[in-house]
């Protein structure tokens, strides 16, 4: 099966060891993502597009999916490809592919050419256009707005037959426009801000600071996992989480109550600045969107961007709150961010709309700043492959088999639009139960199971699952392993 892939267009219109630049780092991440294909898959191109071959027809599906999921790609073309016939082959070839779509609706052939041919495009498409008309019996050919398009692409001396063309992600390749630290809270915001700084090319490091507890660092770890596998595969990416419960509490104790959400937002800017030297990004991004709330009017973002070293990049800067979920819901990180609390957003009452440095900082004299340089200090800075590993945690305890027992329930934790997807199929054991629990009801739903049975989470690269059987073991559940076939 071939799969030819199509570049986003910003990256055809620069300068020629630009796009070269960015067509092999394109390449490049499409193996690390297809990676665990082996010798059966092949990819290839250097200039205009790339071809991705797998010589299993049965993985086509997965290889498309995942395709569709790196930055960088405009478009997927799933093609037939054949050595270049004659126009009757030409013919031929079409008649076999779309003869059966064309009874009786409206059609147009389109060619694209690459090379030195002894024809022209449109000679192509005249006279497969009129040899389908004739002998398909379709309605007739329609240039402007046809039922059924009849796609072919010529490569040198290649003929492909498009069946289908699917959408990609867009964007520039990962690793070609820098690295960023995203804030990372795990609400709507800062996780398509995060997607967006993907899509847009930056390797997107994250860095959480942890208000709410261990439950709260467990969601939010959930999410980047998640956005990490499905967008960010082809790099490695690092998740630091810095403990702020007692820079809030010193917060509260030293700030006057309508100053506290700039002065806090200042305080994660002056530790990401920090961090982002860590880990070596050049930028920092956050999924604030001007007046969304309080703290957000220009007046406040200019004061607390005042002490930031790094560029702060803002995608969502004058993004409406429904866009930003409905972006959410697209990219799948709705139902993660759903079921996560924005503790920052509880810190004032009466937070003030325009506030002034001067006062600010005055404020910020009253605060121990020491206790801001513990916090960065005892920061946690991980690759996020490592993340279900992390100290003070049972992930090392979890068990994992690849084959369940016959008395053994199977719990598929995926996003319900990844079990219809990617049914889950149960090879080993017949009798095995299987249960579908996404991961944002597990938690909840878990308790209810009847306790006298095991359980294995399933996922699609058991990062989440392990994660979850750690959380649900160190909540006091012995009876959960993990699916890993």
Not at 127 to 155: C, M, N, Q, T, Y
Not at 341 to 358: F, L, M, N, Q
Not at 365 to 379: E, G, K, P
Not at 449 to 454: P, V
């Amino acid at each position: 099966m071939l799969f030819l892939v199509k570049l986003f267009p910003e990256i055809t219109i620069k300068s020629r060891p630009v796009r070269r630049r960015l067509v092999r780092l394109l390449r490049k991440n499409i193996k690390s993502v297809l990676q665990a294909f082996g010798d059966q898959l092949r990819v290839s191109g250097e200039w205009d597009v790339i071809e991705v071959e797998i010589d299993s027809a049965g993985d086509g599906p997965e290889v498309l999916d995942k395709l569709r999921h790196i930055p960088g790609i405009a478009s997927i073309l799933e093609v037939r490809k054949y050595p270049l016939p004659d126009f009757e082959g030409m013919l031929e070839l079409a008649m076999e592919h779309y003869g059966e779509q064309l009874r009786g609706r409206t059609f147009a052939v389109r060619c694209k050419r690459t090379g030195r041919h002894a024809f022209r495009s449109v000679d192509v498409e005249a006279f497969v256009g009129a040899g389908l008309k004739r002998l398909s019996g379709a309605a007739g050919v329609d240039l402007g707005a046809p039922e059924v398009l009849v796609p072919i692409e010529i490569r040198h001396e290649e003929f492909h037959i498009v069946l289908h063309r699917r959408p990609g992600l867009g964007g520039f390749p990962l690793g070609g426009q820098g690295s960023a630290l995203s804030l990372i809270s795990g609400g709507f915001d800062s996780a398509v801000s995060s997607f967006l700084t993907m899509r847009r090319g930056l390797q997107t490091h994250f860095c959480f600071f942890n208000l709410g507890g261990d439950a709260h660092r467990l969601a939010v770890r959930e999410l980047a996992l998640y956005l990490w596998m499905k967008y960010h595969a082809s790099h490695r990416v690092k998740f630091v989480t810095v403990p702020f419960e007692d820079v809030v509490r010193e917060i509260l104790d030293k700030v006057e109550n309508s100053q506290m959400g700039v002065v806090l937002k200042r305080m994660m800017l002056r530790a990401a600045d920090r961090v982002a030297a860590e880990v070596g990004a050049e930028a920092l991004v956050t999924g604030e969107s001007v007046a969304q709330v309080s703290s957000q009017t220009l007046t406040n973002l200019s004061v607390i961007d005042s002490v930031a070293e790094n560029l702060v990049l803002r995608p969502l800067a004058t993004t409406d709150k429904q866009e930003i979920i409905d972006l959410a819901r697209t990219i799948g990180t709705e139902e993660f961010s759903r079921h996560i609390p924005e503790y920052c957003a509880v810190i004032s009452d009466k937070p003030t709309t325009k506030a002034r440095p001067g006062r600010i900082e005055r404020e910020e004299t009253r605060f121990d700043f020491a206790v801001l340089d513990a916090a960065i200090a005892n920061a946690s800075i991980q690759l996020i492959t490592e993340i279900p590993f992390d100290e003070g945690g049972r992930s090392e305890e979890v068990a994992v088999t690849s084959e369940p027992g016959p008395e053994d329930i199977v719990i598929d934790i995926r996003h319900e639009s990844e079990q219809g997807a990617r049914p889950l199929a149960l090879r080993a054991a017949a009798d095995a139960q299987l249960l579908h629990i996404p991961f944002y009801r597990l938690r909840g739903d878990f308790e209810k199971l009847d306790q006298g049975s095991r359980y294995l989470l399933y996922c699609e690269r058991g990062m989440i699952s392990r994660l979850h059987a750690a959380h649900l073991m160190d909540a006091g559940f012995e009876n959960v392993a993990v699916l890993d076939p």
